[in-house]
């Protein structure tokens, strides 16, 4: 590494490097780099995608595993239909998604049809691309969230952050959501009388988007997307279907806060994601 190179920039690349290590990948390979991109990097972000290992190799082709039906499997309560989830929508022009989600936005309005607004600061609708091709779906929001009204901006959004830099794409680049709009307090799971009157925004956001992978973040997204409570083990590793889209389950950035030990359990999850999309798999050691 040059001694000339930027502090800050250094900094950046060694702390996505010790990501790249906490996720098992511990071999990278060089490659010519074009001066004047290293000038374009931004040294507040975790690191250039120059930094990312790459694969000479394509990716191979994802087959989908049939569903396997050995978890015991819990009901979830019904959906209280408020406002009722829509039949899957046909897709949406994509000049049309903007306006889409601000229809969606607007019929929120200063909502009250649950408890979790008693507690609130600001709604947290979204944040991201409304054409994107991968989304990330949450629990809820959290007290930073909260705060400013956006998805993933605490810790454990800087985490889903470095989790989407390593599949090789820009947060800008996805769209994120979360099952209940407004924070749980305490940031407790949401109850299932409150996430069964949010999610239906949550699926007609889907509908407008029509992402073609989502990636639900930890087991409350996934027991409301997949309309049943089963355990996240059973859930990861094989790709499900919500609403005409491609779903794969992985751990809550949160939780891989608590135990970095799974990030590499999280990382072999978003591989499939990354394969579904035609993504460049790093290589691993
Ligand atoms: S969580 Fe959803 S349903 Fe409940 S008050 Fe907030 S926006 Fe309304």
Redo the contacts with the bound molecule.
């Keep these: 590494m040059p001694s000339s190179i930027d502090p800050a920039l250094q900094q950046a690349i060694a702390a996505r490097l010790r990501f790249y290590r906490d996720l098992g990948l511990t071999e990278f390979y060089r490659r010519p780099v074009d001066p004047s991109d290293l000038q374009t990097l931004d040294a507040s972000e975790t690191g250039p995608e120059e930094d990312a290992p790459r694969s000479a190799a394509d990716a191979p082709t994802f087959q989908i595993q049939p569903q396997a039906q050995t978890q015991e499997t819990t009901p979830i309560p019904p959906r209280k239909l408020v406002p009722t989830a829509p039949p899957v929508a046909p897709t949406a022009p994509q000049i049309d998604r903007v306006e889409a989600l601000r229809l969606i936005r607007e019929d ?1 309005g200063d ?7 008693r507690g ?1 600061n600001k ?1 947290v609708f979204a944040d991201g691309d409304p054409n994107a091709r991968l989304m990330f779906v949450g629990e809820g929001p959290g007290a930073d969230e909260d705060a400013q009204g956006l998805p993933f901006v605490g810790r454990a959004g800087q985490l889903l952050n470095n989790m989407i830099s390593a599949m090789g794409l820009k947060r800008e680049e996805v769209y994120i959501a979360n099952v ?3 924070r749980p307090p305490g940031n407790r799971t949401p109850e299932p009388e ?1 996430a069964n ?2 999610s239906p ?1 949550l699926f007609r956001q889907i509908d407008v988007v029509r992402p073609e992978v989502i990636v639900a973040l930890g087991a409350t997204a996934a027991t409301y997307l997949l309309g049943q409570r089963q355990p996240l083990a059973g859930l990861r590793g094989r790709m499900h279907s919500v609403r005409g889209t491609r779903l794969i389950v992985t751990y809550h950035p949160a939780y891989l806060l608590r135990d970095p030990r799974q990030k590499k359990e999280a990382w072999a999850d978003l591989q499939i994601a990354m394969r579904e999309l035609g993504l460049k798999v790093p290589a691993r050691s």
């Design positions: 929120i909502c009250t049809r649950c408890a979790l607004h609130r709604i209940v709009k407004c409150e009157t949010c925004f």
